[in-house]
């Protein structure tokens, strides 16, 4: 169960050009076995629950490991839109880690990435907005940095 988050005009927004074509980029995105590979707020973090159900009303499971920890942080939620190589929208909220208060109640917030082709490569606008405070806020951003960075390296290694 989430808390759906109220309205607060908290948001923020990354860019990111990552150098391949639109369609491999929305791929790495969205297919499991390239997730594996990219996902994580830091080069540090491994990326063991990839779950995509890509369709309107489909879920999906996020999880990044960080070194040195047992358990890792599992971000989930649903698709809102789907646009092929163009656009993702997805509601967005954390499990429940070990140790987490046990009245915690996560907040489901709204991310939008968009795929804009620059020709060889593809400019990526992630919008992550309803954040019930500046402080979320600030601890994204620096996780969808690191994220956007490893998919930079994805494509810079040649994959």
């Known amino acids: 169960m989430t808390q759906s988050t109220p309205q607060t005009g908290i948001s923020l ?67 809102q839109e789907v646009i092929e190589s163009e656009k993702l929208v997805f509601t967005w909220a954390f499990e429940k880690m070990p140790g987490d208060d046990p009245g915690f109640v996560p907040a489901e917030t709204l991310v939008t990435v968009e795929f804009i082709d620059k020709g060889d490569a593809t400019e990526v606008v992630l919008t992550h907005e309803r954040f019930p405070d500046e402080h979320m806020r600030d601890e994204h951003q620096g996780g969808w940095f690191g994220c956007l960075d490893g998919l930079e390296r994805l494509f810079a290694s040649g994959s």
């Open 13 to 79: 927004r990354v860019t990111k050009t990552i150098n391949a074509p639109c369609e491999r980029v929305f791929a790495a995105w969205t297919q499991p076995e390239h997730l594996h590979k990219w996902w994580g707020a830091h080069e540090s973090f491994s990326a063991p629950i990839a779950e995509v159900d890509l369709r309107v009303g489909g879920k999906y499971r996020f999880g990044m490991l960080e070194p040195g920890k047992d358990a890792p942080y599992v971000a989930y939620g649903v698709y």
